[in-house]
Every structure is written in structure tokens, then in C-alpha cells.
């Protein structure tokens, strides 16, 4: 029973390619989450949705593209792939109020080469 | 949201306890102070969530003092299964707020 599950877990591909990456969650959440830790370890939030709105699209790329279809779903779009884009993607999913506990899932590593 | 700021890393033994203490100077009314732990090639998990006092639950318990201009993060008698990074994080609670990830701190239990 995986509470949030990203596919693939691994993803290896050539720089100038185009990939996604899927996320789940059966948890019921209303709020979505993408996060990306670098090589050095930091935790940055990419995007946010809630209820299959964007609330919160911090300063990323726009070759990178959030989709929603619905509020158990946040796929994560990335066009034209660069080098520096090689880091762990996290989805993450939260409920709209009240606890501030986020529940994560495994990541996804990417690697451009 | 308030800054934190935490030992990048810490040593232990097997069957210690091991205080990991915050600093948030800048925590604001509504802030909350969230822990979470992250493995190697996972991703993190919650720990423990306080306001003020003291909470405890199965796995950790949190000091907060009446300021709250830091907190700490109590692990009683820690095992080698222990070692990860351990984030402190303050903010309002409810999704839309962004969590947002410090340094972290590394904890290294040993036999």
C-alpha cells in the first residue's frame, strides 16, 4: 500500500530529450507537491497544487511543466533536458489544512548525460 | 518563512540518546516546528510536530521552550538503524505553505 509512488524510480537520458515523471497518491490529500534535491542534498520546492490547482510555482525553468488531472495525480513534464537538471525529484502530498505532515515519495533520480 | 539553523552533524553510539537542537530565531505566531528524518534513497518522513511545550509520540519526543526560538529533537536510546538526516522546519501549517528544507542535520549511530 504505497502511499505516494513516483514512476520511473530511476530515469537515465540524453541531454535535448523531453521526459516524465508520474506521481500518485491514495492518501486522499487535497495537495500536491514536486520537490528537487541536488547533488548537495537541498530540498527545493518546484511546484505545488492543490485540488488540481497551481498554488505555488517557484522560480523554475518553464521547461519544466506540472500537470494535474486530478487531485490523486501530479505528473512532472521536463522539455529539453539539460545536464543540471540531473538530481532526485520528489513528489510529495499534504492535506489543504490543518497538518503540516507531508508524506513523500521514494524520489525518482535523473540523470542527463 | 523562518530561517533554521542545526548541527550539520552528530555522532552516537547504539543505545544513547541523541538531542538534536534547532535554532529559529525568526518563527513567527503561527508557526509550527516540523521534523523529519530522510534515509539514503528515500524520501523524508515525518517525524514529530509541535507548537510549544513538549510532544512526544512513539518515535521522538520535541522540546519547545516558552520563546520558541529553538526546539530539540529528543531520539531516546538510538540504534545503528537511526543513521540518516534529520531536518528541522518551521512555517505555518496547511497545504500552499511551502516547506521549505535547511541543511539538515547527519547523524551517524555506531556500535
Known amino acids: 500500500d504505497t502511499a505516494v509512488s513516483q514512476t520511473p524510480k530511476y530515469l537515465v537520458t540524453q541531454m535535448g530529450n523531453d521526459k516524465s515523471i508520474k506521481c500518485e497518491q491514495n492518501l486522499g490529500h487535497d495537495t500536491m507537491y514536486w520537490y528537487k534535491q541536488d547533488s548537495k542534498k537541498f530540498l527545493k520546492i518546484m511546484f505545488s497544487y492543490n485540488n488540481k490547482e497551481l498554488i505555488i510555482n517557484e522560480t523554475v525553468p518553464n521547461r519544466f511543466s506540472p500537470k494535474s488531472p486530478d487531485k490523486a495525480h501530479l505528473n512532472l513534464h521536463i522539455n529539453s533536458l539539460e545536464l543540471g537538471d540531473s538530481a532526485v525529484y520528489f513528489c510529495a502530498s499534504s492535506l489543504a489544512t490543518g497538518d503540516y505532515g507531508y508524506t513523500f515519495g521514494s524520489g525518482t533520480r535523473l540523470t542527463v548525460v | 518563512l523562518a530561517k533554521t539553523t542545526q548541527p550539520i552533524s552528530m555522532d552516537s553510539y547504539e543505545g544513547q540518546e541523541v538531542n538534536i537542537t534547532c535554532s529559529h530565531n525568526n518563527i513567527a505566531t503561527n508557526d509550527y516546528i516540523t521534523w523529519y528524518q530522510q534515509f539514503p534513497s528515500q524520501g523524508p518522513r515525518f517525524i514529530i510536530q509541535g507548537y510549544k511545550t513538549k510532544v512526544t509520540n512513539e518515535v521522538a519526543s520535541l522540546f519547545i521552550p516558552a520563546d520558541r526560538k529553538s526546539s530539540t529533537l529528543s531520539l531516546p536510546r538510538v540504534s545503528l538503524s537511526d543513521t540518516a538526516v534529520y531536518y528541522c522546519?518551521?512555517?505555518?501549517?496547511?497545504?500552499?505553505?511551502?516547506?521549505?528544507f535547511g541543511t539538515g542535520t547527519q547523524l551517524k549511530v555506531e556500535l
Open positions: 522546519l518551521v512555517g505555518a501549517t496547511g497545504g500552499g505553505n511551502k516547506l521549505t
